[in-house]
């Protein structure tokens, strides 16, 4: 399977021009750069790899089922409201709730990314068990878009 490098390189534009604006909007509200900055490279790489892993599975389950092509936006939008984007992690209580909720890939992402730019409380065990979480996603994405690949042009 070959990605092509204009897809991941657009990806990448996009994003170091929305950190270019983020840095102005930090500049401007008078918020601190720190260290914690250089966490954003790790960050955004397993946000990449997520995306890939998702990306794989969907792709291959469209391909075999067509109704999933019509799914994707939906399960998009629960997907975010699933990611603590527009609330805090702190309302999700800590201990088996708050660990079943960090099976989410994007969660500890989510979360090591406000704490690198903005402080606050630093990624815990939630950032490992989202980064086990997006390996697994990747590696299963890959193992059945690989199996999966011989029928495609039957199918398609």
């Given amino acids: ?35 914690k900055i250089l966490w954003l ?49 702190s309302i999700i209580p800590t201990g088996t709730l708050r660990s079943l909720y960090s099976l989410n890939p994007m ?6 990314f406000r704490w690198a730019l903005f402080g606050g409380t630093p990624p815990d065990i939630t950032l490992l068990i989202s980064s086990a979480m997006v390996l697994v996603l990747l590696a299963s994405g890959l193992f059945y878009f690989r199996r999966m690949e011989k029928t495609f042009a039957d199918v398609v």
């Fill in 107 to 112: 969660v500890g992402v989510v979360q090591g």
């Fill in 41 to 89: 490279i790790p960050l955004t790489l397993l946000t990449v790899l997520a995306a890939l892993a998702v990306g794989l599975w969907l792709s291959a389950l469209n391909v075999q089922y067509r109704d999933v092509q019509q799914m994707v936006p939906f399960l998009e939008q629960m997907w975010m409201y699933a990611t603590p984007i527009v609330y805090p992690i």
């Fill in 1 to 35: 399977m070959i990605i092509p490098l204009s897809s991941v390189l657009a990806v990448l534009v996009d994003f170091f021009i929305s950190l270019i604006l983020l840095f102005v909007a930090m500049g401007v509200y008078h918020m601190a750069f720190s260290w």
